[in-house]
């Protein structure tokens, strides 16, 4: 999940619900540290450890507008996925950014891969720019996340057949 995506299941996980991170962090007290907030909320991690943790500043203006800085580090180097990283998942939540980059990308398209062979839904978070499409993935979502910006610019998307649900910002 990302740390977006994890603030919507941290309260499941608090009050009984299930949820998996699967990722890599930095090999270091801030991917510690990270992986046992995870835990202590309930959560269970597939975890790699490997390199530097990653940063990211966001920039709000007064408007609310946000900005981003991202340094990814560690996360974008996962690979050699597990399959049994899948076992008891019901639906797998895709961040968009896990499909940009190398090798993460290749193990989020074989996750995928299997977890459509497997009857798991997919769920993907829609690009930040509408003119990116996730259909051009070899998998086809079940559900597409999209911020109300990427909404209002891109009514009716070009993303088509998922459900699409709006996610406040």
Same mark, same amino acid.
């Given at each position: 999940?990302?740390?977006?995506?994890?603030?919507?299941?941290?309260?499941?996980?608090?009050?009984? $619900?299930?949820?998996?991170?699967?990722?890599?962090?930095?090999?270091?007290?801030?991917?510690?540290?990270?992986?046992?907030?995870?835990?202590?909320?309930?959560?269970?991690?597939?975890?790699?450890?490997?390199?530097?943790?990653?940063?990211?500043?966001?920039?709000?203006?007064?408007?609310?507008?946000?900005?981003?800085?991202?340094?990814?580090?560690?996360?974008?180097?996962?690979?050699? &996925?597990?399959?049994?990283?899948?076992?008891?998942?019901?639906?797998?939540?895709?961040? =968009? =950014?896990?499909?940009?980059?190398?090798?993460?990308?290749?193990?989020?398209?074989?996750?995928? $891969?299997?977890?459509?062979?497997?009857?798991?839904?997919?769920?993907?978070?829609?690009? &930040?720019?509408?003119?990116?499409?996730?259909?051009?993935?070899?998998?086809? &979502?079940?559900?597409?996340?999209?911020?109300?910006?990427?909404?209002?610019?891109?009514?009716?998307?070009?993303?088509? $057949?998922?459900?699409?649900?709006?996610?406040?910002?």
């Amino acid at each position: 999940a990302s740390g977006s995506r994890w603030t919507d299941h941290a309260p499941r996980c608090r009050a009984g $619900g299930r949820a998996r991170f699967i990722g890599q962090v930095g090999d270091d007290p801030t991917g510690r540290w990270l992986t046992e907030a995870l835990e202590a909320v309930g959560a269970d991690v597939a975890v790699r450890w490997r390199g530097r943790s990653g940063t990211i500043v966001v920039l709000v203006e007064p408007s609310g507008e946000r900005t981003m800085l991202a340094d990814r580090a560690a996360c974008t180097e996962l690979d050699d &996925p597990d399959p049994a990283w899948l076992d008891d998942v019901h639906t797998l939540h895709i961040p =968009y =950014y896990s499909l940009v980059g190398e090798p993460l990308a290749t193990t989020t398209r074989t996750l995928a $891969g299997w977890a459509h062979e497997r009857g798991i839904r997919v769920s993907v978070d829609a690009p &930040p720019h509408p003119s990116e499409t996730v259909r051009e993935k070899p998998y086809t &979502p079940a559900e597409v996340a999209v911020n109300v910006g990427v909404a209002v610019s891109a009514p009716g998307s070009a993303i088509g $057949g998922p459900r699409i649900w709006v996610q406040p910002k």
